[in-house]
């Protein structure tokens, strides 16, 4: 059985849906092509690229071949192009080299979501319906976006009908695919957490943590995510604007970049907690687990803007095994990410007495967060790459055999 990862954007530019399917298919049990676009025209892009493609990615390999889709649609001859080359492109790494011999190989098709991955991947099961098997990803947002227009619409209802497995990221997502394809097979496996990589000494983490500019026994909250209005990092702003006027000792790192970062940044200093909020730009993989553990609570109430809905949050699952408590929102599926009461607090993040009164519970109650913290990295551990693995080959292999096609 051949196994191919279809995803047009990837590495180093990436976002939770990316991380799921490279956590896992780099720790396939066999070996995995990952059909990608071509390197990028941009010398420094395509440097990084590159820089990322020399790496050791486990049972992965990477083939950046794909011609780029600039926009989906059917109506447009280049969009056709696009779509029938990545057919093409299928073909080759099916046969990886060794021509008609594996032509009629055994393949499943794994896309990152239904289009335009899927699509993709739809258009070659459909020319080879018995060797081929169709897994595509769900993430929430994208299903949402498909709603709002006929012709994607029709695409991903497609795609999910055709697919022999639909992989959900949350129960959530699972009702947002039913809705649109109540004939999709789906099964709801949350992402995971490399939780080795946040077991960090008490020594690594005061050293880290003695670079930010507060008292050693001010409470820090984090937030890292991408700068983004369904993150609402405003909220987790303003709480602590009310907070530190409460005369609590409170401050809030918030890590990462996006379009909104000026705008948090304006309103920090225009509430007067310019000093108390500290915007540190892009973190790199290997600092964010020592930003988490330095941090005492995570907050990111996440909220639904237009179709961007929080599928599950990634980031829910780090902070828990960096022993963190987490406030997080009510909307798409984090509260499968965080369970309320024990690991953190799932809160209206559109109300700002429930995210600023979850917030100061923590900051006033230590015990409470150690029991929350403990809990987490229970709950984290749970949820490791391995065991997430695991759960998708076991899925897998559910699956009706493939029969060979005759060469």
Same mark, same amino acid.
């Given at each position: 059985?051949?196994?191919?990862?279809?995803?047009?954007?990837?590495?180093?530019?990436?976002?939770?849906?990316?991380?799921?399917?490279?956590?896992?298919?780099?720790?396939?049990?066999?070996?995995?092509?990952?059909?990608?676009?071509?390197?990028?025209?941009?010398?420094?892009?395509?440097?990084?690229?590159?820089?990322?493609?020399?790496?050791?990615?486990?049972?992965?390999?990477?083939?950046?071949?794909?011609?780029?889709?600039?926009?989906?649609?059917?109506?447009?001859?280049?969009?056709?192009?696009?779509?029938?080359?990545?057919?093409?492109?299928?073909?080759?790494?099916? %046969?990886?080299? !060794?021509?008609?011999?594996?032509? #009629?190989?055994?393949?499943? +098709?794994?896309?990152?979501?239904?289009? *335009? &991955?899927?699509?993709?991947?739809?258009?070659?099961?459909?020319?080879?319906?018995?060797?081929?098997?169709?897994?595509?990803?769900?993430?929430?947002?994208?299903?949402?976006?498909?709603?709002?227009?006929?012709?994607?619409?029709?695409?991903?209802?497609?795609?999910?009908?055709?697919?022999?497995?639909?992989?959900?990221?949350?129960?959530?997502?699972?009702?947002?695919?039913?809705?649109?394809?109540?004939?999709?097979?789906?099964?709801?496996?949350?992402?995971?957490?490399?939780?080795?990589?946040?077991?960090?000494?008490?020594?690594?983490?005061?050293?880290?943590?003695?670079?930010?500019?507060?008292?050693?026994?001010?409470?820090?909250?984090?937030?890292?995510?991408?700068?983004?209005?369904?993150?609402?990092?405003?909220?987790?702003? %303003?709480?602590? !604007?009310?907070?530190?006027?409460? #005369?609590?000792?409170?401050? +809030?790192?918030?890590?990462?970049?996006? *379009? &909104?970062?000026?705008?948090?940044?304006?309103?920090?200093?225009?509430?007067?907690?310019?000093?108390?909020?500290?915007?540190?730009?892009?973190?790199?993989?290997?600092?964010?687990?020592?930003?988490?553990?330095?941090?005492?609570?995570?907050?990111?109430?996440?909220?639904?803007?237009?179709?961007?809905?929080?599928?599950?949050?990634?980031?829910?699952?780090?902070?828990?095994?960096?022993?963190?408590?987490?406030?997080?929102?009510?909307?798409?599926?984090?509260?499968?990410?965080?369970?309320?009461?024990?690991?953190?607090?799932?809160?209206?993040?559109?109300?700002?007495?429930?995210?600023?009164?979850?917030?100061?519970?923590?900051?006033?109650?230590?015990?409470?967060?150690?029991?929350?913290?403990?809990?987490?990295?229970?709950?984290?551990?749970?949820?490791?790459?391995?065991?997430?693995? #695991?759960?998708?080959?076991?899925?897998?292999?559910?699956?009706?055999?493939?029969?060979?096609?005759?060469?």
């Amino acid at each position: 059985m051949k196994d191919i990862v279809v995803s047009f954007d990837f590495f180093p530019q990436i976002g939770g849906a990316h991380t799921w399917l490279y956590e896992v298919y780099r720790r396939w049990s066999s070996e995995v092509a990952l059909l990608t676009v071509r390197y990028s025209h941009a010398h420094e892009e395509q440097e990084r690229q590159r820089e990322f493609d020399a790496r050791d990615h486990g049972a992965m390999t990477i083939a950046r071949a794909a011609r780029p889709v600039h926009q989906v649609d059917l109506l447009d001859p280049r969009s056709l192009w696009a779509f029938a080359s990545h057919v093409r492109a299928i073909e080759r790494l099916r %046969r990886g080299g !060794s021509g008609r011999a594996s032509r #009629g190989a055994p393949l499943r +098709l794994h896309a990152l979501r239904a289009f *335009p &991955e899927g699509f993709s991947a739809y258009l070659y099961r459909l020319a080879h319906p018995r060797s081929t098997r169709l897994i595509t990803y769900a993430h929430g947002e994208e299903v949402l976006v498909a709603a709002t227009s006929r012709q994607l619409r029709l695409m991903a209802r497609r795609v999910y009908a055709a697919s022999d497995l639909v992989i959900a990221n949350s129960e959530n997502t699972r009702q947002i695919v039913r809705n649109l394809c109540p004939t999709a097979r789906i099964e709801c496996i949350h992402p995971g957490v490399e939780v080795a990589d946040f077991a960090r000494t008490v020594g690594e983490v005061e050293r880290y943590r003695a670079q930010w500019p507060w008292p050693r026994d001010t409470v820090i909250v984090c937030t890292l995510a991408r700068m983004e209005p369904r993150k609402n990092h405003a909220a987790v702003i %303003r709480a602590v !604007s009310q907070l530190r006027r409460e #005369g609590l000792s409170i401050a +809030l790192v918030c890590g990462g970049d996006g *379009p &909104e970062k000026d705008a948090l940044v304006g309103l920090a200093r225009s509430l007067g907690v310019g000093d108390s909020v500290l915007f540190t730009g892009s973190i790199a993989e290997r600092e964010k687990p020592l930003m988490y553990c330095a941090s005492d609570i995570y907050a990111m109430p996440s909220v639904q803007v237009g179709e961007m809905i929080e599928g599950f949050g990634i980031v829910f699952l780090e902070a828990a095994a960096a022993g963190l408590p987490v406030v997080c929102g009510n909307s798409g599926g984090q509260p499968e990410a965080v369970l309320d009461g024990r690991t953190g607090w799932v809160v209206d993040g559109r109300r700002m007495e429930s995210v600023v009164g979850a917030i100061k519970r923590l900051v006033r109650d230590a015990a409470e967060r150690a029991r929350m913290g403990q809990a987490a990295r229970v709950w984290a551990a749970e949820h490791d790459w391995a065991n997430a693995v #695991g759960r998708i080959a076991r899925v897998l292999e559910r699956l009706e055999p493939v029969v060979p096609a005759s060469p």
